[in-house]
């Protein structure tokens, strides 16, 4: 079993992974490399969004960040006999975080968002069973405090601007299959604590999480929208006489986080757009249509969103001039470039960046290549952008050599490369399969000759001429 951060190699560092996330006000989830073979750890903390209520020993109610550990707080097993229990954790994130794949669950007259990890207790064919938020649909009913089914009314994934929180009772270490004092009544329905969602991440919560949520889609996954509609994605239509005590804030996703503040939900939707007809496209729509059906990242994969965002950085410093737009919930397995009202425009797909076969060296490429189609040169298309293997050639010969400094130009190519030539299902020392493709995309194995050209600084390759 691959154990995630929260066991073994990660729980070792627990500590200063913490303070690397809270210092850089890192969300949770955002990697955390270490010098370790088994992976990167990931800032943890599976939680409640600030605000949400939780209730304490007394039976009155607090918002999850201000418990302390020693405070007491109103707890139960699945049979539900509350009881005060002290607290024993509590932590989180900053109030400042950008949260991706927030889960915003409405049920009642109000909401609650959680991180996609967090476990409701559910009613599920007569029994009571913890699910993670990122499975729940608008058929499954979340449990009163007093064992009434809360029936839930939407369920949306986006970005959370707001801090996460949480806490766990009675023992940092329950027992296997054992929620005693454990469960919480927050904001009205009731979620596992913290230390439950730890044995949960590292697989060993099968005694109360039931293995049929597991193979259930993820919210907002195309298997999921093919479901239950494509409301997951967009703003939450919020009946009369929603809460307002706790309003729910949306925003557009290029919204500066710094003129938010409080609790503010942007839908996955805000980041989808349409690429307009004839933008050139990193390949052809036939071969993105064939690619749909390749093994694939999570939705909910951490890393490869980061691994964008991050090349968008770097390259904004070196083409500040583009606009660089990555939409994360379009399956579309490609890449865009094109010219709107006179601003250069690139597109990072979702379904090309959760392709298994690129990581962040062939992502790389694929940004240098729609960068190319605005700065190749000639020759050019219809549309005055540079054909598909100059965009090629020029990608990896100019490109990639401006934004990847020294030796780190070689070994991103290199790796790259290789990573392309799996992605093409063609082999890393293909040759020159003769032809030429004018202006349009060139066969793969062109494709990585052209590219193995472009570092050896030995000329473009005739096939892609
Ligand atoms: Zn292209």
Redesign the pocket.
Known sequence: MVRQCSSAHCGAVDAEINEICIGEGWAINHPVLTRDENGPCNCSCSCLAFGTMVQVGDGSFKAIETFVVGDRVLAAGTDLDWSAEPVVYSGGTTGASRQKYTVLVLYSNTAVAVTSDHLFLVASGGERALKQADRLTVEDSLISPEGHPVQVRGVHIGDYLAGFHHVAARTKFPGPGDLDGHLLNTNGVISADYAVQILNRSGEAAGFTSSAFAEAPLVGSAEYVSRYGDSCLKTPELPSGFDEDAPIRTASFDAPDVALSGNTFIPAEAVSITVPEGA???IPPDLAEEKRSAPKRAFNDPQAREWVEALIRFHRQFYPDVNYIFDWTNDDVNAY?WVENGVRQVAMMGGLVRDQDLELEGLALVLA??LA?HYGGSPTGTSGLSC?GQ?DYFGVRNVMRKVWFGESYITTTDAGIAQMAAFFGVPADSTDPGGSAGCA?PAGRCRIVTYRAAVSLTGKPGCAS
Do not use: N
């Open positions: 050139c496209s990193f470039a290549h729609e189609h598909e965009a995309h």
